[in-house]
């Protein structure tokens, strides 16, 4: 809180000037990733604030107690499995949910009522690819440009640019139900940019997307953060995390059980380090228990082709590991090491793989 | 509100209404081919093409004269499509549903009906074999036969070549008969006087053709409709129920929208922006009215131009009805999409309610033959109103007057949808 705009500062993001000034309030930040010279503004305090937040349905507690900061140019990760309770987080400071209990800040201001300005700074780019496949990708942005109040010049403009950051300029005519899901996926990311939002919520943006379209995604969002945009970037690809977030959150059952920079949220696990060993022949269910409980191993998981064990000292434990394997005839094909990532810290704070929670 | 964000919103719903070709089709193309099928079978574009005949098998096991007139009378009558054949064969033909009725004039009919013409005892019976799913149509040969029997046996016994030996048996049974003795003086001298009238008649062959029984009165039949020397129309009727009924499968596809919107993630994106909940579901419900009143305006005028339907009463009163149905339709659609859980879910119980909204309010038939506690019931369905409004302004003739009640009565229930929908909607969107 206490945040103020200044007319140049450390974290510039680029102004469409056709959105500028009164006959467009609230499209003065609108997206122009070719305008690189355009005035700045920034706002120096945390950009999204979430307090508290806390979600019951029914007996079921979704989510409980999420507190995070958000700052300009600076892009938060939510990690955590299917059902953790990220989606409902976001969905609560998007507004789609009331919580229970808990605050949304934006820039300072709470969102007071549907159709608060205050929610013209939100972009939100939801799980499903939200758009009309019956309609031209035109059309489409048009609409959504519409529904922010945008119209004419600016509205033309901003869609120019829309198309140029998801590399659909030469598609533009086209109906949506004729694209790929790559290019869905980079419509439905342009479509909540159009009208210039200083935070864009992103839930798992990258969901059934081929290599190819998810580089440019992450292009487009690392970019975006270069301007200055607040990102808030929902995921259960730990790599995803990993390459783009400054700051992750780990949820799990609805509880953040990490909220740091991410070398700061490796640093949790100091120690650990992850062998991955092929496995030709593994047991029935509960083979891997009697390894759970050898000395030194925190934690193992097969995922069908591959055994990772968690251990805190490399040298001490991969022996005692392959005996273990060994004894029981269980056949190795070839072995691997690497130091902690995101995917084991999760490992090691839940006891279980992101994937398969 | 935003109106540029209300007029996109409905611009779209208008451009996916019309880029779906079920729906158009559904909507424009399948009021257009029932009405008129239903149309043309309940009397098409006017009352002068001959209605269809009800097929009669007659069995003459009598094979008199007299019998053979009653045979060719009725083979003459413009409601029946006559065909003598054998008893059992007609019987057959009857229970497989290609005849509708057979009639069997027993042996011996001529004789014992003329002299039951004169006293009662021994009357010939004939025998109606009838397929029971047309009980309707064996009432009709009834009464054509009970009119042609009476015509031809009265003027053969009264006036034909075997009168006089029909008289004369009458009158020597006369003898027979027990009756009291001035009784049977009365009667005597009356078939003595039949008698007389039968040489008289005899002699004249031209009067024989005025003797006999005859109906005692004519008919003279007009149907009422909005002003003299206009025919009834039943295309009329039948448009003005399809429209209804398809408008209504309209609406129920307006809110499968949202419902639909809801699963896509559509939905979110336009809660996440700054649109007051009254503007996302006004823009739904203005689409939908528009659709409807397009629908409308063209079912109507295609039965205008294709088969002459005319809005005979007041156009201001055929407006306002089609205004009102429109957004009754329109709030409809919305009480689909809050009542509505899943799109599958919602479409089947939707479209069994309007089925029954359609068939209570008249839509397939007019609501006349219903029984009378019916259609006392069917005044609380909206369609009823619509039906009721749309026929009193296109072929009834009424005023204005007559389709104020029909309006109040559909916003009424546009009203109470409107609130039920306002009131349930699920305005959070589950994560």
């Not at chain 1, 193992?300 to 490399?314: F, I, K, M, N, Y």
């Not at chain 2, 208008?14 to 009021?31: E, G, I, N, Q």
């Amino acid at each position: 809180m206490g945040g103020a705009w200044a007319s140049a500062g450390q974290r510039p993001f680029a102004v469409a000037p056709q959105c500028r000034g009164a006959a467009a309030p609230y499209g003065r930040d609108a997206i122009s990733f070719r305008n690189a010279t355009a005035p700045v503004r920034v706002y120096s305090g945390d950009m999204l604030e979430v307090k508290g937040l806390h979600k019951r349905y029914g007996y079921l507690v979704a989510v409980e107690e999420v507190s995070f900061v958000a700052r300009p140019g600076e892009m938060v990760g939510l990690l955590g499995p299917n059902g953790a309770g990220k989606t409902t987080t976001v969905s609560m400071i998007a507004g789609l949910l009331a919580p229970d209990r808990g605050e949304v800040r934006i820039e300072g201001g709470v969102v007071r009522g549907e159709t608060d300005p205050v929610k013209m700074r939100l972009g939100l780019v939801p799980q499903e690819v939200a758009l009309h496949d019956e309609l031209s990708a035109r059309e489409n942005l048009a609409l959504f440009g519409a529904i922010y109040n945008m119209r004419g010049a600016a509205l033309a403009n901003a869609m120019e640019a829309a198309f140029d950051v998801a590399g659909l300029t030469d598609r533009a005519k086209d109906r949506v139900g004729t694209f790929s899901g790559g290019m869905k996926r980079r419509l439905n990311l342009a479509a909540a940019m159009l009208h210039g939002p200083r935070i864009l919520l992103l839930d798992e943006p990258t969901v059934g997307v081929d290599p190819q379209s998810r580089n440019q995604i992450f292009s487009s969002l690392e970019e975006l953060k270069r301007q200055g945009k607040t990102l808030v970037y929902t995921t259960h690809y730990m790599e995803e995390a990993e390459r783009l977030c400054d700051r992750i959150i780990i949820i799990d059952h609805g509880k953040v059980i990490a909220n740091d920079t991410l070398a700061a949220v490796r640093r949790l696990v100091p120690s650990v380090n992850v062998i991955e060993i092929g496995v030709e022949n593994p047991g029935r269910d509960g083979w891997l228990s009697g390894l759970r409980v050898l000395e030194g191993v925190s934690a193992a998981e097969w995922d069908g082709s591959t055994l990772r064990v968690t251990v805190r000292d490399l040298l001490e434990s991969s022996p005692r590991v392959l005996v273990w394997l060994r004894e029981r005839d269980y056949a190795c094909t070839y072995l691997t090491s690497q130091r902690a990532d995101l995917e084991t810290v999760f490992l090691t704070l839940t006891g279980r793989s992101v994937r398969n929670a | 509100m935003s109106y540029t964000a209300f007029q996109a919103l409905v611009r779209r719903d208008l451009r996916l209404f019309f880029l779906d070709k079920r729906a158009v089709t559904m909507s424009f193309v399948a009021p257009i081919a029932i009405a008129s099928f239903f149309g043309y079978i309940f009397g098409g574009v006017t009352q002068d093409s001959p209605p269809s005949k009800i097929k009669v098998a007659i069995v003459n096991q009598d094979d008199n004269e007299i019998s053979r007139k009653v045979v060719a009378v009725l083979a003459g009558d413009a409601a029946l499509d006559v065909t003598p054949r054998a008893l059992a064969e007609a019987r057959e033909l009857v229970r497989g549903g290609k005849i509708t009725v057979a009639a069997v004039i027993p042996s011996r009919f001529a004789e014992r009906a003329g002299k039951s013409l004169f006293r009662s005892g021994d009357k010939p019976e004939i025998q109606l074999l009838y397929d029971p799913s047309h009980a309707t149509e064996v009432q009709v040969v009834r009464g054509v036969l009970m009119q042609h029997v009476m015509e031809v046996v009265s003027r053969e016994t009264l006036g034909g070549p075997g009168s006089q030996r029909l008289v004369d048996d009458a009158m020597r049974d006369l003898d027979k008969s027990g009756m009291k003795p001035a009784d049977q003086a009365a009667l005597r001298r009356m078939l003595q006087g039949v008698g007389e009238w039968n040489q008289r008649q005899n002699a004249n062959p031209q009067g024989q053709a005025n003797s006999g029984f005859s109906m005692p009165y004519t008919v003279g039949q007009e149907a009422v409709t909005a002003r003299r020397g206009v025919k009834y129309n039943s295309m009329a009727h039948s448009f003005a129920g399809m429209c209804v009924q398809f408008i209504l499968f309209m609406g129920i596809d307006a809110g499968m929208v949202v419902l639909n919107q809801r699963r896509t993630g559509l939905w979110k994106r336009l809660q996440a922006a700054p649109l007051s909940r009254y503007t996302m579901i006004g823009s739904r419900a203005a689409s939908a009215a528009i659709v409807a009143m397009v629908i409308m305006l063209t079912v109507f005028s295609f039965a205008r131009l294709v088969f002459g339907v005319r809005i005979e009463g007041s156009f201001a009163g055929f407006l306002g009805v089609c205004v009102a149905f429109a957004i009754m339709t329109a709030m409809f659609g919305l009480l689909v999409a809050v009542l509505g859980k899943t799109p599958e879910a919602t479409r089947g119980i939707a479209i069994l309610v309007t089925l029954i909204l359609v068939m209570l309010g008249g839509s397939w038939v007019p609501a006349f033959i219903f029984p009378q506690w019916l259609q006392n019931v069917s005044f609380a369905v909206p369609t009823r109103w619509a039906v009721d409004g749309l026929d009193a302004m296109v072929w009834r003739g009424s005023g204005f007057n007559a389709a104020v009640g029909p309006i109040g009565a559909l916003l009424a229930f546009a009203a109470g949808f409107g609130a039920i929908a306002v009131w349930r909607f699920r305005w959070e969107t589950e994560a």
